[in-house]
Structure formats: C-alpha cells, structure tokens
C-alpha cells in the first residue's frame, strides 16, 4: 500500500504512540519532548474517541526538563499493563536515558521514574506470559484465548534502539530482561535485528507481540519523515534469531494525503481483531505528526496495514478557565505556578522570555487542524516598557510569533524582529489569529467590537519535524522583576466551514 488516508484519532502534537488494552479500556501515550506536564495519557472505548486523562510525569519531583532543547526531552514513550500495573517506559534523551514508571490507575498517580541501564531510545517492554497479545492481562477475550508458547514463561523483556553508526542511520535493536517488581533490567544482552536489508536507516520504534504461535517484531525504519515505514520480522524465541517478512516494509513509505506513516504499535479488540496506532503527518501546514489508526488484517502470518475510514469531528474549543485543563502545557518543567484559573487565566509577568531555554510565563495547546481561528480576550496594562502579554504560536524557543499588547500598542513579532504594530486605546482587547495553512492573519478587536486584520504572515518557517505548533498565552517582563499579570478571560478555537474562501473570518 502506497497510500494512507483519513483523518486523525488524535489530531495536532501526538507523535510517536504507543496502545494497551485491558478489558474493554484502551490507553495510549505520546511523546512530550521539552513541554510539560510530560508524556499525556488518553483513554478511549473504541481506538477512535480519545479523551486525556493526564500525564505520567506531573510532578516536579519526577523530572526536570530544565535547560532542555527543542526536540529533545521526552522521546517515544510504551505504555503495558501486567498484573494490575501499568508499566510506561520512556527515554530521557541529553539526560539519564531510559526509565519507567508504574501506576494501578493510569489517571495516575505514576511512580518516580526508575532509571534503566542501557543505550538508545524508543524502548518497549514485552510480557511474555504466553497469551496471544492484546497487551498484558486484558479479559482474556478473542482469537488466540489461551495459547502458550514454548517460550511463554512469564518473563518481561526490554528492547530498545541504538545508534551504531549516526552518519549512515545504522541503528540496532537490543533486548534484555526486565523485572517488573524490582524495576531494572538483568542478564544477558540480545541483539535482536538491526534493519529490513544491508542498507537499511534508522531502524528503531522496537514492539514484540505474540501471535500465530511465534514471536512478531515490530519496528520502523527509514527516519520520521518521508521515507518512514514499518518493517516486521518473526521468530521461534523471543531471543531469535528473526526473520524478516518477505515483502517487508509491511507499510511502505506513504505517498499522501498522509505521509510518514511509521512508529506502530499493534493491539487486540477484545472479540479477537487487531489496530494499529501510528503516527502520521498532513503535509501543508504546521500541524506535524499526529496518532492515526490502522486495521490490521494479516497474510501468511504477517500485518496489512489498512486506514480506518473514519470523520474526524473537529472539537471548538470555548476555554473560559474555570479549571486549567489538561490540554493545557508548558515549555519544561516549572519552577513554581506562574498561572491561576477560575476567574479566566491569570498570567504572573516574570523575567523570562520565550526565546530563552527555560519556562517562560506561557501555557499552550496543540494546534489540531491546518485551517482554524484563534482568539482570546485579554486584560492587561503595561506597567513598564518591557512588559508585554498576548497571543503565541509556539514551534519552539527559536521560531514562533507572538502577537503582543506592549507599552505602545500591539506588536506582532517573530523572534526579535518586529513585523507589524498599531497603536490600540487602553482597556481589554481581543487579539486573533486566522490559520489558514501556513498563512497566518493577525487581527485585532474592542471586546464588541468589530475584527480589524494587522498583517498576514506565511509561516513555512513553522514547518514542524518532531514537535509541532502549539497556540497559547504569554506574559513577560523582560528580564525585570515585575508583580503584574495579564488576564485571560477566554480562549477560542473554532473552525471554517467548508465553503468559506481561503483568508476569511
């Protein structure tokens, strides 16, 4: 298959997903990198309905992503469940490496992490306890109920990827045993596979499931970007040696409307059929790789990947922050709560900026469809020149743009370079934002009154590869001390219809 389509179980910034069943419950967890609360945990019913139940890593105490870079941070978490426990490993990449934390209720709370020897990144843990894989102790329902293999002897088994020659993509999966009461790994070292052909980049994103009386290895390869595919391979043992599929990638690289597929993870229904997650991109605007859903048929023992056909029903959002949602994050792990929420959004101006590697006075949420509109109300006046508040829209420290109320009037900027300004009366203002792909329309407006566009910009430099763009709220005083805050009364998201002409409101 040549082609992937439909439209996102998890739209915008949900890269990288990793799925377990128990029972009739599906989680699934992402990748965060430098943004904080870390690694998002959704629930779901039916693998197309996702709601955020919370994080794994909520707590200061648990991680410090201080100083982290762009695109670094929090990579490519595997959630699984044994025994009444939820075990999720994870990598911290320019820091400790790999760990994992548990917790009986993946709302949380989850455990400190237990860190985890051993090379690489995109780690997995696999359980064998002889049972055709659903991911861990489900209820048992489906094809395969009850099957053992000769291997099948309760052990718990911690693959991950590793770099052995960076300049050609020549990675290697490894595996060693994990012990789940004493969280660490112990024994021998496996390699496991080390890509699809003598030439084969970036093989990585290990999973190992049971099915069909063998050993299923699951990984990607080709790097997360256009040549990204799914490559599968089999074994007698667990320890190997495995074989790869014939007509492997089992998901070649796609050609559109979706592109990049890879990073798969399978699981079982409870009546016995199999889906995959996967991340996937919709080239042509800043929204980067998202979590799709494929069914899985299989042929002589091996995936087919098929797209569930499905609608994505787009969710306005009308936030008038009674509570601060879970949608809601920060760049790295914060100090302190700069925020309070009840009466709308109080944002504390601090010295901080947002082009500094640190945790400016900003909370954002994933930008989750190509065309949309933005807004907020905001209430704020400037105590001193620097002190600044408004609208941003977030790739990284490096490149965003941020539409401000300043001491002289609003100010649109990116980076320090200044693109557009105006000079506004005091008093609360309305500042927007009307994406339409990587064009992006500035406006502006009394609380009644009418929307007046300041500039369009065509953002391609907010192309995204790991992370994707985030649109938020933020409040600095520039490098001064500073007791004054920005008031946030609302935030909308909503979208165009169909028939509207591109650039419109």
Not at 431 to 440: A, M, N, T
Request: hydrophobic fraction near 35%; proline fraction near 10%; aromatic fraction near 10%.
């Amino acid at each position: 298959m040549s082609r992937f389509f439909g439209d996102p179980v998890l739209p915008g910034f949900r890269p990288d997903p990793s799925v377990c069943r128990v029972g009739a419950d599906y989680y699934l967890v992402t990748s965060s990198f430098e943004w904080f609360p870390g690694l998002p945990v959704f629930h779901s019913h039916d693998l197309v309905t996702w709601r955020r139940i919370g994080s794994a890593l909520d707590r200061p105490s648990q991680l410090d992503l201080g100083g982290c870079e762009p695109s670094r941070g929090l990579f490519a978490p595997t959630i699984r469940h044994h025994d009444g426990v939820f075990h999720l490993v994870c990598t911290l990449m320019d820091g400790p490496g790999h760990f994992v934390v548990t917790a009986t209720d993946p709302a949380g709370p989850w455990s400190e992490p237990h860190w985890l020897d051993g090379e690489g990144f995109d780690p997995s843990l696999f359980f064998d306890d002889g049972l055709e894989d659903g991911h861990g102790d489900g209820d048992g329902d489906g094809e395969g109920e009850g099957y053992r293999a000769e291997d099948g002897d309760g052990r718990a088994w911690f693959t991950a990827a590793r770099v052995v020659d960076e300049a050609a993509g020549r990675t290697e999966i490894w595996m060693r045993e994990y012990l789940p009461r004493e969280r660490r790994l112990t024994g021998p070292e496996y390699v496991l596979w080390s890509g699809s052909h003598p030439g084969a980049r970036w093989s990585e994103a290990p999973h190992l499931y049971k099915t069909g009386g063998t050993y299923l290895l699951l990984t990607a390869e080709g790097g997360t970007d256009v040549d990204h595919s799914v490559v599968a391979a089999r074994a007698d043992r667990v320890t190997g040696p495995y074989e790869g599929a014939p007509g492997n990638p089992v998901l070649p690289p796609a050609k559109g409307p979706v592109t990049c597929t890879g990073h798969a993870d399978l699981v079982q229904t409870p009546n016995g059929d199999w889906r995959a997650v996967l991340l996937g991109v919709r080239p042509g605007s800043a929204l980067g790789r998202e979590t799709f859903l494929s069914r899985i048929t299989w042929g002589d023992g091996w995936p087919v990947f098929s797209p569930v056909d499905h609608t994505d029903l787009r969710r306005p959002v009308h936030d008038d922050f009674a509570t601060l949602s879970a949608d809601w994050s920060s760049l790295r792990t914060p100090p302190g709560r700069f925020w309070t929420a009840g009466d709308g959004l109080r944002l504390q101006l601090r010295p901080e900026r947002l082009s500094e590697r640190t945790t400016p006075s900003l909370l954002a949420r994933p930008q989750e469809q190509p065309d949309c509109d933005v807004s907020t109300e905001l209430h704020f006046t400037p105590a001193a020149p620097e002190e600044q508040a408004g609208l941003a829209v977030v790739l990284d420290d490096d490149t965003h743009l941020l539409f401000l109320r300043t001491a002289d009037g609003l100010s649109l900027r990116r980076g320090p370079e200044v693109l557009a300004g105006v000079p506004v009366p005091p008093g609360p203002i309305r500042l927007g934002v009307r994406v339409r792909g990587f064009s992006h329309t500035f406006a502006h407006a009394a609380p009644d009154g009418a929307w007046q566009d300041l500039t369009t910009v065509e953002a391609t430099f907010l192309t995204p590869l790991f992370t994707s763009v985030q649109l938020g709220l933020y409040a600095t005083s520039n490098g001064h001390p500073s007791s004054n805050q920005a008031h946030f009364t609302r935030f909308e998201i909503t979208y165009p219809s169909p028939q509207e002409t591109p650039g419109g409101r």
